[in-house]
């Protein structure tokens, strides 16, 4: 099981965004646009695997690329794999696997908060929505940090 998952988004310009995912043993890249919202999609989907959700799904719009995340649970385990397809609306089987591998609960949303901890610290919430468009998605990433923290520290609910 990868230890040591890094995420970083990076804000590219107006609406635009290259997200980095990596592990000692394998690196993918990813964009998104403003016209979707990958950011609240992808707190909220760790937040509901966290959760014990079993499942979940995630799609950045990068017009017309699209990445889908897919997430499969049992226990404190994680299967994830990325998909790149040529358009949005395309099945899951036209799309070419970026990545896949699997991860700790702990460690995915460790490497999510952490991703959009730095992001809130380099471009401020004001700077995010200048370069974003859309606002910085606080209630997500905090919603996320409760429900990481809860699941590391139970005695603390």
Not at 76 to 102: F, I, K, P, Y
Request: charged residues 25%; proline residues 3%; aromatic residues 8%.
């Amino acid at each position: 099981m990868s230890t040591g998952l890094r995420l970083t988004w990076t804000l590219t310009g107006h609406g635009w965004a290259d997200c980095t995912i990596e592990a000692p043993a394998a690196k993918a890249e990813l964009t998104a646009s403003h016209i979707g919202n990958a950011p609240e999609d992808l707190l909220n989907a760790v937040t509901r695997l966290m959760a014990s959700a079993s499942e979940a799904r995630v799609q950045f719009e990068a017009e017309p690329t699209a990445f889908r995340w897919f997430f499969h649970r049992e226990g404190d385990d994680v299967w994830l794999r990325l998909l790149e397809l040529r358009h949005g609306g395309e099945h899951d089987n036209a799309g070419t696997q970026l990545w896949s591998g699997a991860l700790s609960i702990d460690g995915l949303a460790r490497a999510v908060v952490r991703c959009f901890d730095e992001v809130a610290l380099v471009h401020g919430e004001s700077g995010y929505r200048g370069k974003w468009g859309e606002h910085f998605p606080r209630s997500e990433l905090e919603v996320l940090r409760h429900t990481w923290r809860a699941h590391r520290s139970p005695e603390i609910r």
